[in-house]
């Protein structure tokens, strides 16, 4: 077996004008990872040698001094003495460059555009943080894994802030990308990579680039003097603020821009929040359900207990992200061109809609939030588009002189009101019957078009809710599997389509909530946006540390219910157009806005993502 040093070459995954990179075995620990081999016989002269093996060099010294999830792990730079050639020993990534899901002439969805921008900033200040400029920010450089989480890789021309170690005035990254101060031979900073950040995020949300000339040397002048072409040109649909912000981002002066990338990526997400027509999200080819086993009447497998913890079935592993859906393994820092797709992207060059989490969230929870009182004394709400909701659930529209009316406020469930599934061990709050004014709630600044107009709904027959989402011992013990790429017993179970979750519930003897019920249950005879203080009911991005946590640990609602909010999205049987079924609560990785009791996301039912999950009802 052809060798790099130590390590077994495995397999070629492709070639580039720095070397090749080869997928490879580390027999010593007995783990796959990349090799990237340059080979004398690729240059044409010493000099080029030499200066690709700096390059090398320098991308072990960048990324040595780097430790961040967002960007590629370096292991070894080493060289084979006995072939005659250097490798650099790095992280194997699942997935596929950024380059490889981009298509000329077709912008992305915004939410997905500004989850990309949001990860490579964070992933950027990091490095910057640590004295170390990229300096070739470009989709090719973007690795985006099957969860959408992002790498940055090819850190190959990087420059250590405390070592000059580019000759005077050489001009070097990729010129569409480059900052005027680059393509001059000036001093470059973290203020380079920025607008090398504001090209890919125009090019994301416009589908082309800002300059556009036809040669390098016109195309350089273009950056150099000429003002981008306006964003909405491309996307007219977008806010006008948006253009704006990309504008100041790709300032000719660097002083002129903003001063990390992550208040770029913040600026963005507060001019995105504007409520935008809807994008059609492409359904991927449709995935069969497994059938687990047939459904079980309710009533047969439901018996009175005490609330309790569900049962760990599953051992907890320490690991926090185990990727799923792998299309393939490529190099974390492959160059321009040599990755492999992931399978979840759909023909037509949009990204299918995969991480419900980037939709266009604010920074902080409005001021007036309700406080953690159970079932706030805050008027009615309003709902969201008619759903696909049971004979028992009525809707009625909210007339304007009856927006002061207040809702039957159902009693809190008595402790004994609650019951276990034998066929998965998690315990049912009963939900009594009554109505309620769904969608918007009054004075809730925040929502969007798709929670209104008000309506009054009545649920006139009750159901037994989960008290929690679905936990992964859960999952384990119905299914034998665990999808989920957080691990742990007491966790709720996630990267599970609407497909799966609807066979489990129905192999347990219930079905999903609709959007009706499910806010029913959520409100608990609340009229607010949340049924609490946000801290202390909902795991969501200020508090959840980047990571699902077990279920009840945060305060429930009135009801006894727990994460109606945060942790993971809920499944609802509700479609929310022809193509997609709505989401409901926000998880960990959301922001205030997207948290709220009347918030609704749409999903294709195929797809799945680390931070959507869901819960069952019982008739």
């Not at 090398?196 to 589908?207: E, I, N, T």
Request: charged content about 20%; aromatic content about 8%.
């Amino acid at each position: 077996m052809a060798k790099a040093g130590p390590y077994e070459l495995i397999e070629e995954l492709g070639r580039g004008s720095m070397g090749i990179v080869y997928k490879a075995f580390d027999p010593g620990i007995r783990r796959q990872l990349a090799i990237k081999i340059l080979r004398a016989e690729q240059f044409a002269s010493e000099a080029e040698m030499s200066e690709a093996s700096q390059r090398f060099a320098r991308e072990a010294m960048a990324v040595g001094r780097l430790s961040h999830h967002g960007i590629v792990t370096v292991y070894e730079l080493g060289r084979d003495e006995a072939q005659g050639f250097q490798y650099l020993a790095m992280e194997l990534v699942a997935g596929g460059s950024l380059e490889k899901l981009m298509r000329a002439g077709q912008p992305w969805p915004s939410e997905a555009a500004l989850g990309v921008v949001r990860q490579i900033a964070e992933a950027l200040d990091y490095a910057h943080a640590h004295g170390v400029v990229h300096r070739d920010i470009k989709p090719a450089n973007v690795l985006v894994q099957p969860d959408w989480r992002i790498k940055v890789a090819d850190f190959g021309i990087a420059r250590i802030t405390s070592h000059l170690m580019t000759r005077t005035g050489m001009r070097m990254g990729t010129t569409a990308y480059m900052a005027p101060e680059q393509i001059q031979g000036a001093h470059v900073d973290s203020k380079a990579d920025q607008f090398s950040l504001a090209v890919l995020a125009y090019q994301l949300l416009a589908g082309r680039l800002p300059f556009d000339g036809e040669t390098d040397y016109v195309l350089m002048n273009q950056i150099v003097h000429a003002m981008p072409g306006s964003l909405l040109e491309s996307s007219a649909h977008l806010p006008a603020a948006a253009d704006g912000v990309i504008r100041r981002a790709l300032a000719k002066s660097p002083g002129e821009r903003f001063e990390k990338c992550a208040e770029f990526a913040s600026a963005l997400d507060a001019a995105l929040t504007v409520r935008r027509a809807p994008i059609p999200v492409v359904p991927p080819p449709p995935v069969v359900p497994t059938v687990l086993e047939p459904p079980l009447r309710a009533a047969t497998i439901l018996e009175a207990a005490p609330r309790r913890r569900p049962e760990a079935v599953v051992k907890s592993k320490t690991s926090r992200l185990v990727w799923v859906g792998v299309a393939g393994l490529v190099a974390a820092a492959l160059i321009a061109g040599i990755v492999i797709a992931p399978r979840f992207v759909p023909s037509g060059g949009q990204p299918a809609q995969t991480n419900p989490a980037v939709k266009t969230d604010t920074p902080a929870t409005k001021a007036g939030a309700p406080t953690a009182r159970p079932a706030a004394d805050i008027p009615p709400a309003a709902p969201a588009a008619k759903t696909d909701t049971p004979a028992r659930v009525e809707e009625k529209p909210v007339p304007t002189a009856a927006k002061t009316e207040t809702p039957k406020t159902p009693e809190p469930t008595p402790a004994d009101k609650t019951k276990v599934n034998l066929k998965d061990g998690l315990t049912y709050v009963w939900i009594p019957p009554g109505s309620f004014t769904m969608g918007c709630s009054p004075g809730d600044s925040e929502c969007y078009g798709d929670e209104k107009p008000a309506r009054q709904v009545s649920i006139s027959e009750g159901f037994w809710l989960g008290q929690t989402q679905v936990t992964q011992a859960a999952y384990q013990r119905v299914t034998g599997t665990n999808p989920s790429h957080f691990k742990g017993a007491n966790l709720p179970v996630e990267t599970v389509n609407w497909n799966e979750a609807t066979s489990y519930c129905q192999a347990v003897g219930t079905r999903l909530p609709t959007e009706a019920e499910w806010e029913y249950a959520a409100r608990a005879g609340s009229t607010a946006s949340r049924y609490g203080d946000i801290d202390r009911i909902a795991w969501y991005s200020a508090n959840s540390g980047s990571t699902t946590h077990e279920v009840m640990q945060k305060q429930p609602n009135r009801w006894g219910l727990y994460d109606m909010l945060g942790n993971v999205w809920q499944w609802t049987s509700s479609n929310y157009d022809s193509d997609s079924k709505a989401l409901r609560g926000g998880s960990w990785y959301n922001n205030p806005r997207n948290v709220r009791v009347s918030y609704r996301y749409r999903y294709v039912p195929g797809n799945r993502s680390n931070n959507i999950g869901f819960r069952c009802l019982g008739n």
